[in-house]
Structures are given as structure tokens and as C-alpha cells.
């Protein structure tokens, strides 16, 4: 098989977030729709550059990138661990860069993962990183996809690094004490924006689902 630009984007794009969903890769690989991903994705899945495992019953498939895909990349052999755990916030964060690339016009490349900055900044037990990054307009911003319910502490901690570090950070939540902690923290730390999980899960669905 003879890999395409494009192809080696989609390896990249899910070697950067560990996985993606169908979705993910049409829309952040500029496919022009269903159909197209899905033949792509099948024709790589074949080669081996890809792997398709359905991991939780109601969860689509996830694409993963076996140690073919991440030798042609140039990246670290060993294959990434999914949490189960975390697969429902990893999805949420992947449509999160999905409705915040279109809501400011962002390229890819200007946005760093989790797992990119763990790489760049070392894997330490205390060092925390965001859900992603990206640069616009010379601002530095923090994206926190945030499920679970932390304690105030915990979060204003995050939100303090997150001050010290970044000229913006956003807050994508889903319940109501998380968002009334954060939103108490407004006037203390005058960066922060909280956008309702909702909001994005409904771009999202009403778009590519």
C-alpha cells in the first residue's frame, strides 16, 4: 500500500491522543465524509498500520496505532495503554479539539496533547499537564476536560498552574459542583473560561454523528 500524506496524518493524529473514534479522524484529517474515512481506514487497518477494537459495549470502535503504524511515524514502539477508565473522557476531549478548532479556525499543528506534553516535560507523578494546548493570536491557552467531581483544592491547584502558565484556560464541565467551584474561582484567577460539555457534545453530534 502506498501511504498518502493524509494517511500518515491520521497515524500521527492518533499516535498524538493514544485513539480516535471514525469521527475524530474524518473531521481533523479533512475527509469529505463518512464513507471515505470509513475505506481509508479499512485499507490501513488491512496493511497493519492501524488496529479497530471495540473496547465498552455502546462505545464505537476506537482506532489505535500497532507497532507498524508507529515505526513508519518514527515514534516510541511500545504501544499505548487504553484505560478503560478514561476512554469516555478521552473522546470528550478529542471533540473538544473538534469544536474548539472550528470555533477559532485553528490549525492541527497548533495544538499539543496531553501525551506531547507529558513527552516534552517529562512523565513526573506531581506534574500536571492539560487535556491540550494551543497557541492563537500569540496567547497561550489550557484546555481541562474536567468529568469528575475533584476537590475544591484539587482543581484550584490546576487552575493556579494553569494561571501561572498560560494566558487563557478553558473548562469544558459536566456537573454542576465542578462548575460551581470553578466559577467561583473567576474572580481570583481572570482567566478562565467555562464552556457546558453539552455545548460541545451537541456541535459535535448535530454535525458528524
Known amino acids: 500500500m502506498e501511504l498518502t500524506e493524509r494517511d500518515f496524518d491520521i497515524l500521527r493524529l492518533v499516535y498524538r491522543f493514544r485513539f480516535c473514534l471514525g469521527r475524530h479522524i474524518r473531521v481533523l484529517c479533512g475527509f469529505s465524509g463518512a464513507r471515505a474515512t470509513d475505506r481509508r481506514l479499512k485499507m490501513l487497518i488491512d496493511a497493519g498500520y492501524l488496529k479497530r ?29 487504553i484505560r478503560i477508565e478514561r476512554i469516555t473522557h478521552d473522546i470528550y476531549v478529542l471533540d473538544t479539539l473538534i469544536y474548539l478548532i472550528e470555533k477559532y479556525k485553528l490549525p492541527l499543528n497548533a495544538v499539543e496533547s496531553e501525551k506531547e506534553l507529558n513527552i516534552k516535560y517529562g512523565f513526573g507523578a506531581k506534574k500536571h499537564h492539560p487535556d491540550f494546548v494551543f497557541s492563537l493570536d ?72
Open 53 to 81: 477494537k471495540k473496547y465498552i459495549y455502546g462505545i464505537p470502535y476506537l482506532y489505535t496505532l500497532p507497532h507498524k503504524g508507529r515505526i513508519i511515524i518514527g515514534a516510541n514502539k511500545r504501544e499505548d495503554k
Open 138 to 209: 500569540n496567547n497561550n491557552y489550557a484546555v481541562e476536560i474536567e468529568l469528575s467531581v475533584k476537590s475544591k483544592e484539587q482543581i484550584e491547584q490546576n487552575i493556579r498552574d494553569n494561571y501561572m502558565r498560560f494566558d487563557c484556560q478553558i473548562w469544558i464541565v459536566d456537573n454542576k459542583k465542578v462548575f460551581t467551584i470553578i466559577n467561583n474561582l473567576t474572580n481570583e484567577y481572570s482567566n478562565i473560561e467555562i464552556i457546558r460539555l453539552e455545548e460541545v457534545r451537541d456541535y459535535v453530534r448535530t454535525r458528524y454523528s
